[in-house]
């Protein structure tokens, strides 16, 4: 749907046009002469004038001109009689996006607005693809077969095809981006544009700028006219990650859009419309931010339609070697170095580790490893995971256990020694005493006289 404006003095005319445009789906205003039509400029913003050129008041050439100072990416169409062509023809070479010779056929003007406005929509992914790259975001490119990851892909697939608002949580590093962006790619607004916002990376000031644009002279360094990412986003879908780091006022013109889907530019006044999807994510508890009164109740609602819980990779396990493989062929084209894989005990080292920071850190240690073998075969001293020395690595360079000044008694070193191991393990016991190259049965025996706490799910699934 898009704003038009309709201005001639010819009254059957004008209302005929602005009926069929309004039947079409758009949002159409009248102006009965020139000068109601500059009055409506200066009230609102349109994507598309339609304004005959001779008219009573001010012309169409006055109509023309002034969209362009006040609208600059609005598209002018001029209507014009068998005597004046050659000044319609003037007009296109001062910014006029056509003309139409009366009398005409009201298929003919329907036709040249929406090739106006797929023009407009074309300038706009345009300008968002100059700053921003597409990603393929098809479900048989996501990589992982876990049934935690395909009861995510499952949610997708079922609101794909929506425009419900979506709200994606989970830890850092767990895909959010990558889910947000399958729900794009496989809905109904696929070929438009799929605009991202990182709401934590930029200041309140800079972050209402990026989403809503802003007016030459809106502040200092304003110095043209800038479109925001909603403009950009217009019949498409609009991503903002971490939501929960946005400011009390940016909430609120957020939670504007979404109930009247429209806004204004920064230093603007005119209101400018749009049809976007929204997708938001966040690492935060949102409905414990509301009770602590700093996000708003009325946009967690709004946001919360449907929610998307990413799982973290450690409970992901099945994913993590498959994932391994993906970025050891990514990072092998890209380094131009024969990457064939990792050893057994690099393996075992990935599947053991807790994975903090989830896909990203995975993402990370086979970057570094990658970066370090000195074979096809990455091995498991090629690895560091968090703060551990890499697994199968020397062991006089530096001390395993650091003691204090003080001392400590052993049964405390044993209790925290096997704490780590279970948590790198995922309280599975089995990799654990692995880990601490004991048996099952002696670290089962530690477990119960050192008095270590298992949760109580992992308790539960050996029982």
Not at 23 to 38: K, S
Not at 56 to 77: C, E, F, M, N, Y
Not at 185 to 191: E, Q
Request: charged share 30%; aromatic share 6%; with cysteine.
């Amino acid at each position: 749907m898009a704003r038009i404006l309709v201005a001639d003095d010819h009254d059957a005319l004008r209302r005929g046009l602005a009926l069929s445009l309004t039947t079409a789906g758009h949002d159409v205003d009248e102006a009965a002469n020139g000068n109601a039509a500059l009055e409506k400029l200066h009230e609102g913003y349109y994507d598309v004038v339609v304004s005959d050129l001779k008219m009573g008041g001010s012309d169409g050439l006055d109509v023309l001109r002034t969209t362009k100072q006040l609208h600059p990416t609005a598209s002018v169409i001029l209507m014009t009689a068998f005597g004046s062509v050659t000044t319609a023809v003037e007009a296109m070479k001062h910014g006029a996006f056509d003309y139409v010779q009366k009398p005409f056929e009201l298929e003919e003007m329907e036709v040249k607005v929406e090739k106006a406005l797929e023009l407009k929509r074309l300038r706009n992914e345009l300008d968002y693809l100059r700053n921003e790259r597409q990603e393929n975001y098809d479900f048989d490119r996501i990589v992982g077969s876990s049934e935690s990851l395909q009861r995510v892909l499952g949610v997708v697939r079922k609101v794909a095809k929506s425009n419900s608002t979506v709200l994606i949580r989970g830890e850092t590093g767990t895909g959010k981006e990558l889910i947000a962006g399958a729900t794009h790619h496989n809905s109904l607004r696929a070929s438009r544009n799929f605009v991202k916002v990182n709401c934590a990376a930029l200041q309140e000031n800079l972050l209402e700028s990026e989403l809503f644009g802003h007016e030459k002279g809106a502040f200092t360094g304003a110095d043209r006219q800038r479109i925001g990412r909603f403009e950009q986003a217009d019949g498409g879908t609009l991503f903002l990650d971490e939501i929960g780091d946005m400011s009390a006022s940016t909430q609120a013109k957020i939670l504007r859009v979404l109930q009247e889907h429209e806004f204004e530019r920064l230093g603007g006044t005119r209101t400018i419309r749009v049809d976007v999807r929204l997708i938001a994510a966040t690492n935060r508890d949102l409905s414990a931010m509301v009770a602590a009164g700093h996000f708003r109740e009325d946009l967690y609602y709004r946001l919360n339609v449907v929610s998307i819980e990413t799982p973290p990779l450690r409970e992901r396990k099945d994913d993590i070697l498959p994932l391994a493989m993906h970025f050891i062929r990514r990072f092998s084209s890209e380094l131009k170095k024969r990457l064939d894989g990792l050893d057994n005990e690099a393996q075992k080292l990935l599947v053991r580790y807790n994975w903090p920071g989830n896909i990203r850190e995975l993402e990370n240690a086979i970057e570094r490893a990658a970066l370090l073998a000195e074979t096809a075969i990455i091995t498991s001293s090629d690895l560091r995971l968090g703060d551990f020395a890499p697994a199968g690595g020397g062991r006089d360079s530096q001390s395993v256990v650091k003691l204090p000044p003080t001392g400590i008694a052993l049964e405390d070193i044993e209790r925290q020694a096997i704490t780590e191991a279970l948590k790198m393990a995922n309280w599975v016991q089995k990799d654990a005493a692995e880990l601490l190259q004991i048996s099952p049965r002696v670290m089962n025996y530690k477990i119960k006289t050192l008095a270590i706490e298992m949760p109580r799910r992992r308790v539960l699934a050996s029982a």
